[in-house]
């Protein structure tokens, strides 16, 4: 290498005074550069495709609908079971690379199941239990998916076999997985996992028989079960909802919506409300209407209406806060068209239309802001879409490492772990300090902790973003208004305001215990399962390491073409 350097200072020595040719030769040179430049030199940005639009990703090794699909950290998504006409009930997963834009087949579990739940549990593996496993038969049985090896291992059952039940992670780590039918007949009982000791224990019963309710984590930490039917054959969709409350195990009675619903679609909104949306009412049919629920009050109210009837739907919180609806409709009409609501002004409004239909479907949202959508009702097409937010075109994950980075890379990330005492913060300041101030527009970051506490009734974390002097080491918090967050699972911090990175400053991602007390410290795993996502509104910062590199090899290049003309005219 010493050698090539001096010989390409003696090069450089013997360059004759520039003449008007050489002038041609140095723009023929710089367009050649920029060609070069404009086709390889990567950028910080996941550059995605048109807003607003569907496009047709990699298609599926085995064409399916209802099963579940669940994103992983390390960003894939593992699509699992659910029905294939001419097959039956599949045990079979596959995995998607949002990479390569590809699917490939992973372990198959030990029993095949439809109709199931799943869950990604704190230590990253994947929990599934219950479902039908044929025409006739349920299952009460439960296994594990382990990303790192592929597999899948048989961990405890349930004491009642289920399905069309819902699974939520709550935060104290344990599952909770409440109603389904059991031989077509609605149950109230409801049951915990415990992923620590692989056991399930019945907890608190409902007040009200359930089955295909939907059920959602409130901010509270509380448990939104809502709608869905009471019985099987002479089926009667109901209106109810009631609250679980993990600290003491039981359910109680909150406000009713106000029209009867099943096979509908909720999700959890930025200011903590519920919104409900679709569905069957068996005296009105298929609808269009959607209510929100306000946990303060405990009672629902009307919003706009999607003015396209559809159930067996999908309902996802995008970055921006929008809800995207997408695919469904009723028995003998499918839609592709698809809504965005947005909270702000509790109105609907048409986006991009799939390019197929889809029901009983999943829909997943990916890391780089992109939706990704899997199966179908016919049970034979293996086609999957993905939908790009308009708007936004890129993202970025930084690892938290044990040497107190966020790192934009997992590869040389070693095991290791960060002690919280209580009523104490760790800041965690990007490896870079920016070479400008860089603004970030207001979105949602993604924090996810993966941590180890042994104290009983812990309070959670307090998650800020925001930038970092380290003249004096002062933090400036994006969001001066703490997001609350559990000792394990993933804290979405919402920034309505937007901040910026002062030039010189870094990247700073602060976690507090807001315990007064308590030991253990809070471990916070650095094992490549804890990380920071930045918003789709990312303006690309950190500039990557890799950049500059390719400028300086572009830059060689250049000279080198520079002086292969320069030697030929000279001839």
């Known amino acids: 290498m010493k050698n090539k350097i001096l010989h390409l200072k003696k090069v450089l020595t013997q360059l004759n005074p520039i003449r008007p040719r050489h002038i041609r030769l140095w723009v023929y040179s710089i367009v050649v550069l920029s060609l070069i430049t404009t086709i390889i030199i990567p950028t910080s940005k996941v550059m995605a495709g048109t807003p607003g639009t569907w496009s047709v990703t990699g298609s599926l090794n085995t064409g399916r609908y209802a099963q579940i699909a ?53 230590n990253g593996k994947v929990l599934v239990c219950g479902g039908q496993i044929d025409n006739t038969n349920f299952t009460s049985s ?15 059952s349930m004491s009642t076999a289920r399905e069309t039940h819902t699974a939520t992670l709550l935060p104290n780590g344990k599952v909770l997985v409440a109603g389904g039918n059991t031989d077509h007949t609605p149950q109230s009982s409801a049951e915990l996992y415990d992923p620590v000791t692989g056991k399930w224990s019945t907890t608190g019963n409902m007040n009200i028989i359930w089955g295909e309710h939907t059920a959602t984590l409130l901010e509270n930490g509380k448990v939104l079960a809502v709608g869905g039917i009471d019985r099987v054959g002479n089926t009667i969709s109901i209106s109810s909802a009631e609250l679980y409350d993990p600290a003491v195990g039981t359910w109680s009675v909150t406000g009713s919506m106000n029209t009867q619903r099943c096979g509908f679609a909720s999700v959890l909104l930025p200011n903590g409300k519920v919104l409900v949306c679709g569905g069957n009412n068996y005296d009105q049919g298929i609808l269009s209407s959607a209510e929100l629920y306000d946990p303060a009050t405990g009672t629902w109210s009307v919003t706009d209406s999607m003015n396209t ?27 592709t068209l698809t809504k965005l609501y947005d909270p702000a002004t509790n109105s609907w409004s048409t986006t991009g239309s799939m390019n197929m239909y889809h029901a009983e479907h999943t829909a997943t949202l990916l890391h780089n802001g992109e939706v990704l959508v899997a199966g179908c009702g016919d049970g034979i097409s293996d086609t999957t879409e993905l939908y790009n937010l308009q708007g936004y075109t890129s993202q970025q994950i930084w690892y938290l490492d044990s040497t107190g980075h966020p790192v934009m890379e997992i590869n ?9 005492p209580a009523n104490s913060a760790v800041i965690w300041l990007t490896d870079q300090s920016t070479n400008s101030d860089v603004t970030f527009m207001s979105g949602t970051w993604t924090v996810r902790l993966d941590t180890l506490c042994n104290r009983s009734g812990d309070v959670g974390l307090l998650a800020q973003v925001g930038d970092y002097n380290p003249d004096g080491g002062i933090f400036t918090p994006f969001n001066t208004t703490p997001e609350i967050g559990y000792y394990n699972g993933e804290i979405r911090i919402t920034i309505n305001t937007g901040g910026t990175v002062n030039k010189s400053h870094y990247l700073a991602l602060r976690i507090y215990d807001s315990a007064a007390s308590g030991t253990p410290p809070r471990r916070i795993i650095t094992d490549g399962s804890s990380y920071l996502i930045s918003p789709l509104s990312d303006p690309g910062y950190p500039l990557p390491e890799v950049l500059s590199g390719v400028l300086l090899g572009m830059g060689l290049v250049g000279f080198g073409i520079f002086m292969f003309v320069r030697r030929k005219l000279s001839a």
């Open 412 to 420: 040389g990330i070693q095991s290791g772990e960060i002690g919280i």
């Open 70 to 122: 669940i994103l992983l950290p390390n960003g894939k998504v593992v699509v699992v079971g659910g029905y294939a006409n001419r097959i039956g009930c599949l045990s079979s997963a596959e995995l998607y690379n949002p990479d390569t834009g590809t699917w490939s087949v992973t372990g198959s579990m030990s029993t095949p199941r439809t109709n199931f739940a799943g869950v990604l549990l704190p």
């Open 309 to 335: 009837t559809r159930l067996q739907h999908t309902a996802t919180l995008l970055p921006n806060g929008k809800v995207l609806v997408a695919g469904g409709g009723s028995e003998d009409t499918h839609t």
């Open 142 to 156: 439960a296994e594990l998916y382990d990303p790192n090896t592929g597999t899948w291992s048989v961990t405890g």
